[in-house]
């Protein structure tokens, strides 16, 4: 099983941008999709954006389609989520999450990382 660390959160004002990172020990990340999801106090964790390891396929919630890109990189075994144009309601925990390469974008993850932090102030 991949384990998956999770860096890159703080505090940012709104308008700015964050890039997190996740990085893979274990073994690669390949074979695998890979997901950010969110989670703010009193809501339920929701989807943020996903992508295929090998061929590099992407899907993005609409909250935050074309604000946020996820990418990767084989060479570092990490994937990210670049974060542009901020608002205070993206603030949440942040976690990266992993599944098997096949099946849907937004659901069936069973490996989960710990959360970085994302605070967006007004």
């Known amino acids: 099983q991949v384990q998956l660390d999770e860096s890159g959160g703080g505090l940012v004002q709104a308008g700015d941008s964050l890039r997190l990172s996740c990085a893979a020990s274990g073994r690669t990340f390949s074979g695998y999709t890979l997901g950010w999801f969110r989670q703010s106090p009193g809501k339920e964790r929701e989807f943020v954006a996903a992508?295929?390891?090998?061929?590099?396929?992407?899907y993005y919630a609409d909250s935050v389609k074309g604000r946020f890109t996820i990418s990767r990189d084989g060479a570092k075994n990490t994937v990210y989520l670049e974060m542009n144009s901020l608002k205070p309601e993206d603030t949440a925990v942040y976690y990266c999450?992993?599944?098997?390469?096949?099946?849907?974008?937004?659901?069936?993850?069973?490996?989960w990382g710990q959360g970085t932090q994302v605070t967006v102030s007004s």
């Open positions: 999450a992993a599944k098997s390469y096949s099946g849907s974008f937004t659901s069936g993850y069973w490996n």
């Open positions: 992508i295929r390891w090998s061929g590099g396929s992407t």
